[in-house]
Nanobody, 122 residues
Framework: QVQLVESGGGLVQSAGSLRLSCAAS????????MGWFRQAPGKERAFVATINQSGCYTHHADSLLGRFTISRDNAKNTVYLQMNSLKPEDTAVYYC???????????????WGQGTQVTVSA
């Protein structure tokens, strides 16, 4: 089974930037599409971005286009989320996930990390 560990979260001021990392175990990382999701207090888990196995295809939530960018490095078994121009409403726990398709629905993903907290202050 794949184990995923997120890192890079923390406290940042509005308009700041942060890069999240998700490290995967095993030697089959390149066979999975990867996704980033986030969950704010009192809200449902929401789609952020996804990337296919090779990294040639990406899709981002419309509201985050131009600010957030997903990428992956298969040689390092790692997927990244670059977050720029952060806003207080970006505050949430951010989760990475591995699945078959580069899709927006949570049920597409087989494995999930424990999440990393991102807090954006005004």
């Amino acid at each position: 089974q794949v184990q995923l560990v997120e890192s890079g979260g923390g406290l940042v001021q509005s308009a700041g930037s942060l890069r999240l990392s998700c490290a995967a175990s095993g030697r089959t990382f390149s066979t999975y599409s990867m996704g980033w999701f986030r969950q704010a207090p009192g809200k449902e888990r929401a789609f952020v971005a996804t990337i296919n196995q090779s990294g040639c295809y990406t899709h981002h939530a419309d509201s985050l286009l131009g600010r957030f960018t997903i990428s992956r490095d298969n040689a390092k078994n790692t997927v990244y989320l670059q977050m720029n121009s952060l806003k207080p409403e970006d505050t949430a726990v951010y989760y990475c996930a591995a699945g078959r398709l580069a899709a927006m629905r949570t049920n597409n993903y087989y494995y999930w990390g424990q999440g990393t907290q991102v807090t954006v202050s005004a």
